[in-house]
């Protein structure tokens, strides 16, 4: 077994915590819409990628917050990406970067 590899889920925490939480800035730049049904789907989405985000990227509750990454990521592909035949390169990096942490956990370098 190589040396390096109890630390693949804190590599693989940074690069899935960081991409998501850029995102989840973004959005918040944006702006916060006004209460309604469609802006609590919103705000879900954005405690995903900035709450979920910083989560995974300490090792805190990774596989839950993973998790709920993961089914984002999946249902953002089926509903928005190939229904206009959009590129999903970066989405489908990220359902696959969110399915890893959640087989792998935390890892040695976590806080949780």
């Known amino acids: 077994m190589n040396a390096l590899a109890p630390y693949a889920a804190f590599f693989m925490r940074l690069a899935v915590g960081g991409v998501f939480l850029s995102r ?54 089926l509903a928005n990406k190939l229904p206009h035949r959009a590129n999903f390169e970066l989405e489908a990096l990220l359902l696959a970067g969110a399915v ?6 935390d890892g040695p370098l976590s806080i949780g």
């Open 24 to 77: 989840g800035i973004d959005r918040i730049q944006n702006g916060i819409p006004n209460l309604s049904l469609g802006s609590l789907l919103i705000l879900l989405v954005i405690a995903i990628e900035t709450v979920g985000a910083v989560c995974v990227l300490l090792g805190m509750w990774t596989r839950l917050w993973a998790t709920a990454m993961a089914v984002f990521m999946a249902v953002t592909i």
């Open 100 to 105: 890893t942490l959640v087989a792998l956990g």
